[in-house]
């Protein structure tokens, strides 16, 4: 089952920007997209490690800070001709409340 | 007045150059109907084998595309052949039954690939190499299949070998000489060049003759006549090409070989002329687009009845249009009687040079590793200039005959305006500096459309960027190759975008998105930092900072490292730092754990390891300035102790220093910028090396710009000797405004200096005193106001702090 926890509100996330969320299963990159989608992901590169918060947000990827890899923030998939896979998190936007489900 | 009716039956290079002409001296003069057997309007057949190779795209070479004879009022014919020219009634017929009536006509029917006549020639997977449509059936099949072998060592040959390697085919090309090339180049070269080709993959059967294609429906294998058999699921015919003159001679048009033309490109019946590689002229056909062109520029000025020009025949170079291979061959080369050669074969560095004399003339030449000076030579050869003169150094090249330096700018300037730069359309360098100046040229593709220079085979296009550059100096916007976009997202160069940001007065990145019509909704990681700076570059204190599109470090204020923490580097003005300064570091690095403290190649002090949701409070505590360790800009001024301690010291190098540094921090650069400044030529600044670079002498200053110390060791150049300290910052800024307004985002000063040319960048920052002080006071202005980022009023600590659950 999934857990629910109410973590921010929309305005708090930067368009084309993140927050960083920490929690027991560690750091997760919450992004916010130009479009105004919210997307989760954990906050490790599949390359390195490289913390995906802190990439530039283009369209629904994102690029990893530290060596370019581009990650798509709707299931985490490292963009040919890279491969790997930052895990996603479900997430819920509710009025002005963004939720984000730990499973 | 009724107009004349043209009709041309083949719409290829020759044709279409003959219609662009013919336009240009008469556009009202006829009617004019063109019939293709091509889907396409008119593509430059030379780039199909950078096509094959996937350098260019089929979109990419267009040369006249179906709205161009729109506008011109022309009516265009695609996909039909002519079937049939009826010369007593003046008409020509098309395989599908149209028929149209002419008073002239212009045969421009190209030539047809030759075909080995050997059983299994019909087979599926036998290709010729000719046109878009060869080449898609080469690329599929690259996809599925494995082993391709070409017929025929010559230049079609291995450009086919070259593309199908590319793409990863396993490639053998099978020739009947003894090498390579053997029409253009000697035992030697060929050898050389079968060498380079094999360290790309290719395999060579020479001395081979094929004897059949063996394969039920599709290819399969070859055999030799010698028994011999290799795998083969492609074959690529590029044995040789025969002047397509089947139509003419059916009409009883009198052909030798190829359609037979006089001097004015007219055939045996004078209302029909003939030009490209269907003719057959003085007994010569040709199968390269400069003579081609030639002939078109005849043809269109007696077709537009100014009866001046005759076309004499043409002395033809090679070059080979292979990425990594330097060749080029022109004239005779094979020797004989009283033929004397100079030969330089330097087998270590893959050089080759040979040049053919006849009676104090040059007769041939042939270049293989190093082409530079391909140009001069071929000039030489076509003007049968008298070489007695300078016969001892022929062979170093054109820079061993007099005062020319060692950069390219000068090398193009050093030219004479006579001398041939394309040889493919017969642009002058004289004619290209003309166009550059009177019609206000900027770019390579604003020459190309003007001049047609570089515009064929593409490979005199460094050769018309020097004569950009030092035609316009700083105001050239150089390229690569065909316009090189800014990133995926659009096809606009990054001077484009930054002269409709200018022009537009664009302000946002949304806007100029929009206004340029961007592929992607917001970019990418490569093209928004760049429009970012161009925005606030082009429109100080008026276009917003995104700080969304910026990379972190600078969204940061800090270098982001392996572990995602940060790295903290304060300014220290030109090196000098104070025991409180010092204190307040240590007492930073206690209270927040800092595991290491680095004394930087910069002369300053880093801090690595700190956390991003700690960075405000460090910057609080050390309450020193931010260094810009992160940004594209102003990094370090180091400087030497100078004058005030140094008992060599003849200027105060270090005061100096400060005051750069306080003068043009917090300023955003296409790059990041380093300077340093030296009390005397000991030079323990390491001036020479800097982007900027400032010497002490004792009469005052010199100043040296675009050094780097890098990836690539660029010693500064000389700019300019000043008596005083203000002087320099005059100098230095303005220097500094001119990289920032015209180097493309992510150039350091020595690219953009390589490629604006020191003589224009001088006569810019140094000669012209007015443009000087403009070039400043636009900096200052951009500067004024520019604010500390670490300062707490400057910082939301929201944004770096993390959520919890
Ligand atoms: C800290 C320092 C090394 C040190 O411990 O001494 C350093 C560290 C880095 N350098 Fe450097 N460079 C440092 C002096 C230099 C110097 C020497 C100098 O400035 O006198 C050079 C050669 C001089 C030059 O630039 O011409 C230098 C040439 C480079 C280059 C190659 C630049 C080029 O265009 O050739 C890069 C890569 C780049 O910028 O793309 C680079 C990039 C980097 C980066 C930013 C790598 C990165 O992208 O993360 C390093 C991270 C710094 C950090 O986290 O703080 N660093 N780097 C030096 C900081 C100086 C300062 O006080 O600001
Ligand atoms: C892969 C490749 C690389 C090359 N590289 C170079 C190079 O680096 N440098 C260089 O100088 N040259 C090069 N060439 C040669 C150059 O492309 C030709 O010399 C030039 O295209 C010839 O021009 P053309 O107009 O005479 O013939 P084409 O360009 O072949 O045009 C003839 C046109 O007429 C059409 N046609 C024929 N018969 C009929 C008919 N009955 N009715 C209607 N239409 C008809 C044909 O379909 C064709 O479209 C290269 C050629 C190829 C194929
Ligand atoms: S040379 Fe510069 S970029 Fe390379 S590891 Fe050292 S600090 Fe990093
Ligand atoms: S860690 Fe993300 S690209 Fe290397």
Redesign the pocket.
């Known amino acids: 089952m999934d857990n629910w926890y109410k973590v921010t509100t929309l305005a708090d996330i930067p368009s084309s920007g993140s927050r960083v969320v920490k929690t027991r299963q560690g750091d997760i990159a919450l992004f916010r997209t130009a479009g105004g989608a919210v997307f989760a992901l954990r906050d490790k590169c599949p390359h390195k490690c490289g913390p995906l918060s802190q990439g530039i947000v283009c369209g629904n990827h994102v690029t990893c800070p530290l060596h370019g890899w581009n990650i798509c923030l709707e299931n985490g998939l490292a963009a040919a001709p890279d491969v790997g896979c930052a895990r996603p998190y479900p997430v819920r936007v509710e009025g002005e409340a963004v939720y984000l489900a730990l499973g | 007045m009724e107009k004349m009716k043209l009709v041309m039956?083949?719409?290829?290079?020759?044709?279409?150059?003959t219609l662009e002409e013919l336009l240009k001296l008469a556009p009202d003069l006829y009617e004019i109907a063109v019939?293709?057997?091509?889907p396409?309007a008119?593509y430059?057949?030379?780039?199909?084998?950078q096509v094959?190779s996937g350098e260019q795209t089929v979109r990419s070479i267009m040369l006249n595309d179906v709205e161009w004879y729109a506008g011109k009022g022309i009516t265009l014919h695609l996909n039909?052949?002519?079937?049939k020219i009826n010369r007593a009634n003046r008409t020509v017929q098309?395989?599908d039954g149209e028929i149209a009536g002419y008073d002239r006509l212009i045969i421009?029917?190209?030539?047809?690939?030759i075909i080995l006549p050997v059983p299994g020639n019909d087979l599926e997977g036998v290709v010729a190499?000719?046109?878009i449509h060869?080449?898609d059936a080469m690329i599929e099949a690259s996809a599925r299949l494995r082993h391709a072998v070409v017929i025929g060592g010559g230049?079609?040959g291995l450009?086919?070998a070259y593309g199908l390697l590319s793409r990863g085919m396993d490639v053998t090309v099978v020739h009947l000489a003894e090498w390579l090339m053997e029409r253009q180049l000697d035992r030697a070269a060929g050898r050389m060049l079968q060498k380079s080709l094999e360290a790309k993959g290719g395999k060579f059967l020479l001395q081979k003759q094929t004897e059949r294609i063996l394969g039920e429906g599709r290819a399969r294998a070859i055999r030799f006549t010698d028994g011999a058999e290799i795998p083969a699921d492609l074959v690529v015919m590029a044995a040789g090409?025969r002047p397509?003159a089947?139509?003419a001679e059916a009409a009883g048009i009198h052909c030798n070989r190829g359609i037979a033309v006089n001097d004015t490109m007219q055939t045996y019946d004078p209302r029909i002329y003939a030009?490209?590689?269907?003719?057959s002229h003085r007994g010569v056909s040709?199968?390269?687009?400069?003579p081609?062109f030639e002939m078109a520029k005849v043809c269109a000025n007696h077709l537009a009845r100014l009866g001046i020009g005759r076309y004499t025949g043409s002395v033809?170079s090679?070059?080979?249009?292979v990425t990594g291979i330097d060749l080029f061959s022109a004239g005779d080369f094979g020797g004989g009687e009283h033929a004397e050669e100079i030969v330089m074969h330097d087998t270590a560095s893959g050089i080759y040079k040979k040049l053919v004399i006849r009676g104090n003339k040059l007769a041939g030449a042939i270049l293989y590793g190093n082409t530079v000076d391909s140009a001069w030579y071929y000039q030489l050869l076509r003007d049968g200039r008298d070489i007695a003169g300078i016969r001892d150094s022929l062979l170093l090249g054109q820079n061993h005959l007099g005062n020319t330096g060692h950069q390219g700018e000068n090398r193009a300037a050093a030219m004479p305006d006579s001398m041939e730069v394309c040889?493919?359309n017969g642009v002058t360098k004289g004619c290209i500096v003309k166009a550059i100046k009177e019609k206000g040229l900027f770019t390579l593709n604003d020459v190309r459309r003007h001049t047609k220079a570089s515009a064929?085979?593409g490979?005199c296009t460094g050769l018309v960027e020097q004569i950009l550059a030092s035609t316009l100096g700083g105001a050239y916007a150089p390229q690569t190759g065909a316009a090189k976009p800014l990133c995926g997202c659009t096809e606009l160069t990054h001077e484009d975008v930054r002269k409709a940001i200018r022009e537009e007065k664009l302000l946002s990145i949304p806007q100029t998105m929009q206004f340029l019509n961007w592929a992607t909704p917001d970019g990418c990681a490569a093209c928004r930092p760049a429009l970012n700076y161009y925005l606030i570059c082009a429109w100080p204190r008026l276009a917003r900072d995104d700080p969304q599109s910026r990379f972190i470090n600078e969204r940061a204020h800090a270098n982001i490292q392996k572990d995602g923490t940060f790295s903290v580097v304060p300014r220290m003005y030109g090196g000098i730092t104070s025991p409180d300064q010092l204190r307040r570091i240590a007492d930073v690095a206690d209270k927040y754990r800092i595991p290491t403290v680095k004394v930087t190649g910069g002369q300053r002090i880093d801090l690595f390891g700190v956390k991003k949701e700690d960075l405000p409070r460090v910057w609080a505590d050390l309450d020193m300035p931010s260094g810009y360790a992160y940004g594209k800009s102003l990094r370090t001024v180091k400087t030497c102790v100078g004058s005030e301690w140094c008992r060599f010291g003849v200027q105060n190098s270090t005061q100096l220093g400060i005051d750069i540094e306080l003068a043009f921090d917090r300023m955003w650069t296409p790059h990041k910028l380093k300077i340093a400044v030296s009390g005397c030529p000991r030079n323990c600044a390491e001036a020479s090396i800097k982007d900027v670079g400032v010497i002490g002498v004792d009469s005052g200053w010199e100043i040296y710009v675009g050094g780097n110390g890098g990836i690539k060791t660029e010693v500064a150049q000389f700019l300019a000797k000043v008596k005083t300290g203000d002087e320099v910052m005059e100098h230095v800024g303005a220097f500094i405004q001119l990289y920032r307004e015209e180097a493309r985002y992510l150039d350091r000063t020595a690219h953009y200096v390589g490629r604006a040319g020191m003589d224009t960048i001088k006569q810019r920052v140094v000669q012209d005193t007015a443009n000087r002080r403009a070039l400043y006071d636009r900096l200052l202005y951009a500067l004024e106001g520019a604010k500390n980022p670490w300062a707490k009023e400057n910082v939301n600590p929201r944004e770096f702090a993390a959520l919890a659950i």
């Open positions: 039956i083949g719409n290829g290079m020759a044709g279409a150059r019939f293709g057997a091509e396409y008119n430059n057949r030379i780039l199909l084998s094959l039909r052949r002519v079937a098309t395989a421009a029917t190209g030539s047809t690939p190499f000719r046109s060869d080449v230049l079609l450009e086919a090409i397509n089947a139509l030009v490209g590689e269907c003719v040709y199968g390269l687009v400069a081609l033809v090679t070059k080979l249009k040889g493919c064929s085979c490979s």
